[in-house]
Structures are given as C-alpha cells and as structure tokens.
C-alpha cells in the first residue's frame, strides 16, 4: 500500500515507520491482531445507565451526586466525622465549655494559629483579674509607673486608696466616653500592660536570683499565654 | 457502529460529537465510547489488567465525567482518554499491590476451561507468545509499545498520555524493539 491510499488524517495515526520495525515486523502484527480488537467491551451497569441516560447537566443534581459519592466512600465517612468532630470541639472551645485540660489543649492549639481561644487557666484568670487587678496593680505599681501613659497614675494613685479603683476609673470613662463597658475594658489594657511591663522586671530579677517570686503567680492568674509566646 | 469507529476515529465530526457528550447527548457519549473503547479495552488488556472490560467502563465514567471540561483537537482527546486509561491501570496495580485479589474457584476453572474451539485456543496461544515476550520488557519500554501499537498512538501522542518527553518516548521505543529484537533472534519464537 502506497502512501497515497492513505487518508492524511490517518498518516497522523500511522504507529510506527517500517525502518524501525525491521526484525519484529511480525510480532508487531501478531500484537495488533491479538489486542486490536474490532467491538467495544460490553459497558458495566454503571457506564450503560449513563449511556441510556446521558450526562446530567444540572450542576445541583451533580454536586449533589457527588456528595453522595464523597459520603459513600471510607475516606468520605471519616472525613465526615473529622470535620463534625473538629466543629464541635471548635464551638465548645470557643465558649469555653470544654472540660478543663481539653479547654487548655484547644486554647493552645488556636494559640499556635493566631486564634484566641479561651483555656481554663483564663477563666481562673478572669476571676483572678475582677478581683485581683488591683492585687496585681498593688504589686507591680511602682514598676509599671516608669511608662507614660495616662491611665497608670490614676491606678497609682487607686492604689494609693486601697479598693477604690473601679469606681475613679468609671467616672473617668464616664466623663470621656458614655460607654458603660470600656470600664473593665480599661482595667483589662491595664492587666495587659502589667503582663508585658514585668518582663523587664523579670529579667532584673532573673540577675539577681533564679527565682521568680512576683511574677509567677502574677503570670498564672493574669494568662497562661504569655510565658509560652515569651518562650515561643 | 459507525465506519469511523471501526476505524477508531472520528474524523471530522469530532467537533460536533464532542459538543454533543458535552452537553451530556446519550448518543454522543455512545459514539465516543463505541470509537475508542475497543482500542483502550485493547491496551489493558495487553497490560494484563484485572478484569479489562470493567476497568475500561472504568476509564469511560471518568472520561465523560470531565468531559465538560475538555477542550482540544480529536488527537488531544484521544491522548487523554489514554492517559485516563493508563493511570486507572496503575490505580488498579498498585491497589492489586497492596490488597491481593482472591478469585473463586469457580472462576478460575471456568476461565481454564474457556478455549474450547479451535479459534479460541489458536487466539490463546497467539496471546501467550506476545505476552512471553512483552514480559521480557521493562515496564515503561512495554507502556510506550503498547500505546504505539495496540493504541495507535503517535510518539507525541504516548509523550502526553505517560507525561514524558517526545525524545524519551522515543527513546524507550528503540529500546523496546532492539530488545525484541535480541529476543527473537535468540530465542526463535514461532510467530
């Protein structure tokens, strides 16, 4: 056969030029005669519905079936059960309803993820912080009276009263702002500030002794946080 | 079945048949599937795939699953399905690998006992002497001879289907028949 026998659509097609096959020019034709097969295999079920049927073009009954079949297999059903388990440990985490160490091992996983998730420690902390700010403030006071800011020597002179500082505090939001709220707002920019300001005082202490005597409690009740991103 | 699928090509009304199985057309899809499947069936069966014919219904679900998503010429399509088919059969190997198959008894004697005429037992013995000697074949040198031969595939073709180079098919193509050729002519196999 000539090449002009050829469709020129089908010289595309030709598999192999003849100078190659010199020697096992039969076996290429016995290869082709035993896997060349003239019909196509008889579908399975599933290939045939779709053949009768046709492709459904309707892309919610399409991702609907793919769900189906997502859900259908192992993977999927584990998944499935990952995705409700990690969604309710991220709500109660979030409310802070999880039993205390599972609480504090989310509180840290969402630390490590930028997210901030209350942890048992803060909810003693919390209770620490209503009533043991003015603890702290008694405290660490002269050290956090270096910085200039404003709020602090207000707290200084508080805890010069002994217990009046929430009060002196509200009046003064008051009189700024008419926002009720901003009160512990104030109180909690004040505990954060205590948290970062006793750093330095740590490390003067950390050169005199090994201990920490102040600041441990102080960090504990404030937040179990801060140490560990000190350390992070 | 139409002529040009006994020849395995669409020809010029690959266009319409295609935006016809894109549309989901049953006859389109049966078009596609009459014109090609009898050459991948071809192929895996070559390769000794477990159970070839359902692997090949197999390699069609997932072709007209994405076939919305196809855009190319007739020698484009026929590559992918190929590779579709090419990387089913290594699903199935590896899957094979880890979790051997059991087959009945039942099935095996049955499939024993198969070549009862003569034809059959002629074809069998045909099919014996290929697979002899595409076993002394290392596995990618055998992947491109089959695409070339029992798939029709162009050297381009098999490059996009087993995502290697033009020049490495090639490559692999002369160093399947040289290999073939060695072993022919040492070992005389009556053909």
């Known amino acids: ?232 | 079945m139409t002529p040009a699928a006994e020849r395995g090509r669409f020809g010029p009304t690959f266009g319409s048949v295609l935006v016809a199985a894109q549309a989901g057309a049953p006859w389109a899809l049966t078009v596609i599937f009459e014109t090609l499947a009898p050459a991948v069936a071809g192929y895996l069966r070559a390769q000794r795939a477990d159970d070839p014919d359902d692997l090949t219904s197999d390699v069609f679900l997932r072709v007209f699953g994405h076939v919305a998503r196809f855009e190319g010429s007739e020698t484009s399509f026929r590559s992918w399905v190929f590779s579709i088919a090419h990387n089913r059969l290594v699903d199935q190997r590896r899957r094979l690998a880890r979790r051997p198959a059991v087959v009945p008894i039942e099935e095996a004697t049955a499939t024993m006992s198969g070549g009862d005429t003569e034809e059959e037992a002629l074809i069998g013995l045909a099919e014996q002497r290929v697979q002899e000697l595409l076993a002394t074949l290392p596995g990618d040198q055998r992947d491109v001879l089959l695409l070339r031969v029992v798939a029709d595939l162009t050297v381009d073709q098999v490059a996009v289907a087993l995502a290697k180079s033009p020049g490495a098919v090639k490559a692999l193509q002369r160093r399947a028949i040289a290999r073939l050729r060695r072993q022919l002519t040492d070992r005389p196999v009556p053909l």
Not at chain 1, 42 to 55: D, E, F, I, K, T
Not at chain 1, 146 to 157: H, L, R
């Open chain 1, 1 to 232: 056969m000539s090449d002009f026998d050829v469709h020129p659509d089908e010289m595309r097609f030709r598999p192999l030029p003849d100078d190659d096959l010199e020697g096992v020019s039969a076996f290429v034709e016995e290869l082709r005669d035993v896997y060349g097969a003239a019909t196509a295999p008889a579908p399975n079920q599933a290939l045939a519905s779709l053949l009768a049927s046709g492709l459904t073009t309707d892309h919610g009954e399409r991702r609907r079936r793919m769900r189906m079949d997502l859900v259908g297999t192992r993977r999927g059903k584990i998944g499935v059960a990952l995705a409700a388990a990690f969604a309710a440990f991220s709500g109660f985490g979030v409310a802070g309803a999880l039993p205390g160490t599972v609480q504090n091992t989310v509180s840290d996983a969402g630390t490590h993820i930028g997210l901030h998730l209350p942890s048992d420690n803060d909810d003693q902390g919390q209770d620490f912080k209503s009533q043991g700010t003015d603890v702290e403030s008694e405290i660490e006071a002269p050290e956090t009276t270096e910085p200039p800011e404003a709020t602090e020597p207000t707290e200084v002179e508080n805890d010069d009263q002994n217990e009046t500082p929430e009060p002196t505090d509200v009046e003064v939001d008051n009189d700024a702002q008419d926002e009720a709220p901003e009160a512990p707002e104030a109180t909690e920019v004040g505990n954060d500030d205590h948290d970062e300001a006793p750093e330095p005082a740590d490390v003067e202490d950390d050169d005199h002794t090994t201990t920490q005597p102040t600041s441990t409690p102080s960090n504990d009740e404030s937040s179990g946080e801060s140490p560990e991103s000190s350390n992070d």
